[in-house]
């Protein structure tokens, strides 16, 4: 097929998916102004992907775009009107009207000075990628490409319309926008551009940390994260921005041998959204799993020992891990609830390694449930995931044993209330037992009790009192 009758086809999906487009165009050819629809709509509608909102850019001016649009969308909002956007939506879709942007940059922030430009060929020039830059003139049908982005979608390569250094000069953010495409879309980096993002990794010290939080999100959340963190690792954008990753390849020599914990870290990730799939499947990609994925031997680098004959140890690497997630997640500024998922799940992730072959006591598996709280499930997806031996039998006997934990679990939560395990007596049953006040007794109280609640499942109420007043005696504690 050739290239015309790819664009024409093209323009006639577009079309067709976007009759609301059309409708658009049609109140500013009325007005007098051109609408074109561009960016990833284009890009998405030639790669046969649908695309959930639609971006337009115009000659006219916002506030002749905010006049032209009132009336027909059934909302409109002009919040990014001093950057020339005006967003509409329009029978549950969303549109964003952009006038020509012809910006200029101080390079220094990442805010350009807006200026309006005044053709479409000049607003295709400040796009990011080729594969960005092409737009359909909707009231001609005209597919226009001074670029030749339709050549690079077809070879799934990013290039920058201008040269790489002015592009990512302008907005260093673009570069992670090239880790993000390679993830998202399974393209390859141009050679200029790889090399304009390793000679140019430090500006994106410009660029706030929840702007650079939102990109390594959208990567994360593809549907191969790989060749766009391995992009961000060989150009030197991850030490920027996520040290713990490149820092996790280890040297190894001929006579300390152990797995490359970098690979192994992003072949547990890809087993990770696999069992997003297959074990308790999600509807939607799982950030908390694949940043704990990611970085649950972060601490690796930190606790490596050498051991005399020839092994490696990384005791506690567990609990270096999860503080170094911690601080590198609240760093990039994501919320608290992020944080301490991953953080914990990362701190998790080895203690299913103590369960041998079955010999953890119902006590063991309860501590087990009660630690994961809410996390239990993503728990679960990790520790299989963690599972990267080739030796077909080890795997499959790893695997058999997290079955007959799981087993244990469904077992005990059918006897038991596994979800909310508490103390048998509450907090005012204990103060009027041991004829105390609120205070730390009361703390000290409950949490024995609930240990104990752990240790042997759930005691008859003449049981549980008995074993409060004996340890309230044991140490002094109100009436006990």
Not at 85 to 97: A, C, D, S, Y
Not at 102 to 114: C, H, I, L, M, Q
Not at 155 to 175: G, H, I, N, Y
Request: net charge negative.
């Amino acid at each position: 097929m050739n290239d015309v009758v790819v664009k024409q086809n093209a323009v006639v999906e577009l079309m067709r998916v976007s009759p609301l487009a059309e409708e658009l165009a049609e109140r500013f050819a009325s007005a007098g102004h051109r609408l074109y629809l561009v960016g990833g709509s284009v890009r998405d509608a030639l790669l046969g992907r649908r695309s959930g909102d639609l971006d337009f850019t115009t000659d006219a001016r916002p506030d002749r775009v905010l006049k032209i649009v009132s009336e027909w969308g059934d909302a409109v909002w002009d919040v990014g009107i001093a950057f020339g956007t005006i967003g509409v939506t329009k029978k549950g879709m969303q549109l964003e009207i952009t006038t020509f942007r012809a910006d200029s940059y101080d390079r220094v922030g990442r805010n350009p000075e807006v200026t309006f430009g005044d053709s479409i060929e000049g607003d295709l020039l400040r796009r990011d990628f080729t594969v960005n830059a092409m737009a359909v003139e909707l009231a001609s049908g005209t597919f226009i490409d001074p670029h030749d982005g339709l050549s690079a979608l077809k070879e799934k390569v990013l290039d920058t319309p201008a040269t790489p250094q002015e592009s990512f000069a302008d907005d260093p953010l673009r570069m992670l926008r090239a880790a993000r495409f390679a993830a998202q879309l399974g393209f390859t980096a141009a050679p200029r551009v790889v090399d304009a993002m390793t000679s140019m990794a430090g500006e994106i010290d410009r660029i706030t940390a929840e702007r650079v939080q939102a990109e390594l999100s959208k990567l994360l959340l593809a549907d191969d994260p790989r060749p766009g963190l391995e992009l961000l690792v060989d150009t030197g954008l991850a030490d920027r921005v996520l040290p713990e990753v490149p820092g996790m390849r280890l040297a190894i020599d001929e006579h300390h041998q152990h797995k490359d914990v970098y690979q192994h870290s992003l072949t547990v990730l890809a087993q990770a959204i696999e069992l997003e799939k297959s074990h308790e499947p999600t509807s939607e990609p799982d950030l908390i799993l694949r940043l704990a994925a990611l970085l649950h031997d972060a601490g690796k680098p930190a606790t490596r020992e050498f051991q005399p004959g020839g092994g490696v140890s990384f005791h506690h690497h567990e609990v270096v891990g999860a503080r170094m997630a911690r601080k590198r997640l609240r760093a990039l500024k994501y919320s608290k609830e992020i944080v301490d998922d991953v953080s914990q799940l990362v701190f998790l992730h080895l203690r299913f390694h103590g369960y041998g072959k079955g010999e953890w006591t119902d006590s063991a598996v309860r501590r087990y449930v009660t630690d994961a709280g809410h996390l239990l499930t993503r728990l679960h997806k990790l520790v299989r995931a963690d599972c990267t031996t080739r030796n077909r039998r080890k795997a499959a006997a790893l695997q058999a044993t997290y079955d007959d934990l799981e087993a244990r679990i469904t077992a005990l939560k059918a006897k038991e209330d596994l979800d909310r395990v508490r103390p048998d007596l509450n907090g005012e049953q204990i103060m009027e037992l041991l004829g105390i006040q609120p205070g730390p007794d009361v703390g000290k109280a409950w949490k024995f009790l609930k240990d104990l609640r752990l240790d042997r499942g759930p005691l008859a109420h003449d049981e549980a009192v008995a074993e409060l007043r004996q340890w309230a005696a044991e140490n002094g504690i109100g009436n006990g």
